[in-house]
């Protein structure tokens, strides 16, 4: 079966919800016209009840009309002028008068109604409402006086009214709903163009944007939030795109300089001390390609989601020495000295193997842009419940227009003045994603030629 349209949807949904409304106010407006017109018979019957019954006079077990000669010449004559039909009934239900203009007809009566009842009968396949009134002697019904009015009036301007309604429901129904199609086919115009521009956007073509509608409804803000997101998904896209070119060119060099260097052995013998150190140097840049896709894995693995974190007390002492007992030959190597100032035993609630990452990294940041004979000082304080770890260094520093890239992957700044210094660019985008993971914020402070220093506050 074919689904409706959203616009068709739309429409159908109002015209079910204005059908039912509509039906009630045709069934109230029926219900009221019904009771107006019964309402005012019962009144023309009440009234011509009370006349009559002053018409007659009772003696013992008997009535008579006391002016029998006006009686007959009253309104009753004519059928058409005043459908009124007056007839009294003695014992045994036996007819003493009737009005003249029942002529060979007569009022039945219904002994099962219960008397002074309005009721619908029929007279001559006439419709009629009727009452019976008793007439009592010494607490004895002694007769009845019967009064009915027609309702063949009532009854037409009724069967009339019912037909309009009905033929005008439908009929209603059809307008109100090409009306609320045509409604809803105008309101749901930046529905159609949100689909034409999704339609426009492929892997290759991520500019397209929704242009948004001038009211500022639900529909613009889906317009605006649809844009949003295409925002971050091209934003995500060219990110990913820089992050494969950098990593195959930061792959391929240490790859090219092991083959050059293997390729220069092949072409001639060599000495024991040349071939070791030839050998010694493809094993450095071995190291240091299993570093950079052992970060590559790490900033995959943390990238798009968060990787399930541990998270316990944990003694940041006791971290910071575990980091500088693995950086113990770095410092040595170039003679730096490790000022700690630690007042007493700091705790945090975070992921030990993670903040040992984020530590880790700092660290051998701090070392491999330090200056041999240098120091680095390292520190912790509490500042309003906050805890803070304070890597201080008097290395080469960073530029200030720098600074806000460092975060960038395998961004490094002035990297060609200084080769000696070998690095992927990767530690501080490592650090940066853990630490929004583990909630910590990150601070970088420095100084062209003076130094660097990282404050990690412990939200």
């Not at 083959?259 to 150190?277: A, N, Q, S």
């Not at 968060?306 to 003679?335: T, W």
């Not at 395998?410 to 490592?430: D, Q």
Request: proline content about 3%; aromatic content about 8%; some cysteine.
């Amino acid at each position: 079966m074919q689904q409706f349209s959203f616009k068709n949807r739309i429409a159908f949904h109002y015209i079910v919800t204005t059908a039912l409304l509509i039906f009630v106010v045709f069934f109230a407006i029926y219900s009221i016209v019904r009771f107006s017109v019964y309402n005012h018979v019962n009144n023309d019957i009440g009234k011509e009840v009370k006349n009559h019954l002053n018409e007659i006079e009772i003696k013992g077990d008997a009535f008579f009309l006391i002016h029998m000669e006006e009686w007959k010449e009253r309104e009753h004559n004519t059928v058409d002028v005043n459908p009124v039909f007056v007839q009294f009934l003695g014992n045994k239900n036996r007819v003493l008068e009737k009005s003249p203009n029942l002529k060979n007809e007569v009022l039945a009566f219904h002994p099962e109604v219960e008397n002074n009842t309005l009721f619908d009968t029929s007279l001559s396949s006439n419709k009629i409402r009727q009452i019976q009134v008793p007439i009592i002697s010494n607490k004895h019904t002694i007769g009845y006086l019967m009064i009915a009015m027609s309702l063949e009036d009532a009854t037409m301007v009724l069967q009339n009214l019912l037909e309009i309604l009905i033929v005008a429901y439908p009929l209603i129904l059809l307008i109100l709903f090409l009306i609320a199609r045509f409604i809803a086919g105008r309101s749901i115009i930046p529905i159609s163009t949100i689909i034409a521009t999704s339609n426009r956007i492929t892997k290759d073509n991520l500019s397209s944007r929704i242009l948004l509608p001038q009211k500022r409804d639900e529909l613009y803000v889906l317009s605006q939030t649809i844009n949003s997101l295409l925002d971050r998904i091209e934003t995500a896209v060219e990110r990913e795109k820089k992050f494969t070119s950098d990593a195959s060119h930061e792959l391929r060099t240490p790859l090219t300089v092991i083959k050059g260097t293997l390729e220069v052995l092949l072409r001639k013998p060599r000495t024991t001390d040349e071939y070791h150190e030839k050998i010694h140097y493809c094993v450095t840049e071995v190291d240091r390609l299993n570093q950079l896709v052992d970060q590559l894995l790490l900033l995959a693995r943390f990238e798009n989601q968060n990787q399930s974190v541990v998270i316990e007390n944990i003694s940041l002492n006791s971290v910071i020495a575990e980091g500088l007992s693995r950086f113990s030959n770095a410092i040595d190597s170039k003679h730096i000295s490790v000022i700690s100032s630690f007042r007493k035993e700091y705790y945090c609630k975070s992921d030990h193997y993670l903040l040992s990452i984020i530590l880790s990294n700092i660290l051998s940041n701090a070392i491999k842009y330090s200056n041999p004979n240098s120091a680095i000082t390292i520190s912790l304080i509490e500042k309003e419940s906050v805890v803070e770890c304070h890597i201080s260094d008097t290395g080469i520093g960073i530029p200030a227009e720098d600074l806000k890239l460092i975060f960038n992957q395998f961004y490094r700044s002035k990297s060609s003045e200084h080769p000696e210094i070998k690095g992927t660019g990767l530690g501080l985008s490592i650090v940066n994603r853990l630490a929004e993971i583990l909630q910590i914020k990150v601070n970088i402070q420095s100084q062209e030629g003076a130094g660097t220093k990282v404050i990690l506050s412990f939200l």
